[in-house]
C-alpha cells in the first residue's frame, strides 16, 4: 500500500473517528475519495461525542436529545457549526457570534440551558429567577421564592449540576 487514497473505506472512517474536530473537517476537504467518509452518519455522532466528552466543549444540541435520530445533514451542520465557533473562540482576535442586552438586576449569577437558545439568572438576595430568550434579548419567565438561592456545583460530563433550596 503506496498511499493513504488505497486505504479501505471502513479503516479510514475508524481512523477519522479519532481526529479532533478541526482536523476531521481538514481531512474531508482534501480529496473526493477521502470525502466519501461523511456520509457516514457514525462519523459525524462519534465527532458530537467526541466534542463534548473529549473535547470538552458545548454544542447546540441537547444534552437529553437523541442524536441517532438526527438527519445526516443536521449532524454534519451541528459539528460544522460547533467547528466554527471553536476556531473563532481559540483565534487571537474572536468575535461575538451575536450580542444580546438584558435588562437584568446588578449581582445576579446566570447559567445556560444547554441545546436552548435561554439562559436564566437568579439573584439570591431576592429569591428570584428569570429566563431569557437570548436571540430577542427578552425575558419570557419570571419566578419570586423569597428565600430561594441557587447554586451551581460541578460540571460532569452531562453538564452543570445545578441546586436550588430554600433557606429557613
Known sequence: MSSILEVPEDILL??????????????????RVIRKIELHKSLWLDSLVRIREVERQPHPLSNTQNLTTLSLERLQHTVQ???????????????????????VEPNQGFFCLTG????????????SMSCWD???????AHLEIPGLFVRMGHQGISGWAIRAYLAG
Open 81 to 103: 457549526q460547533v467547528n466554527r465557533l471553536m476556531k473563532n473562540w481559540r483565534s487571537d482576535n474572536p468575535r461575538p457570534t451575536r450580542i444580546a442586552q438584558l435588562s
Open 134 to 140: 437570548i436571540l430577542d434579548g427578552k425575558r419570557v
Open 14 to 31: 475508524e481512523l477519522a473517528k479519532d481526529l479532533d474536530v478541526a482536523d476531521l473537517i481538514s481531512l474531508l476537504s482534501t480529496c
Open 116 to 127: 436552548t437558545p435561554f439562559i436564566v439568572t437568579h439573584a439570591d438576595a431576592g429569591g
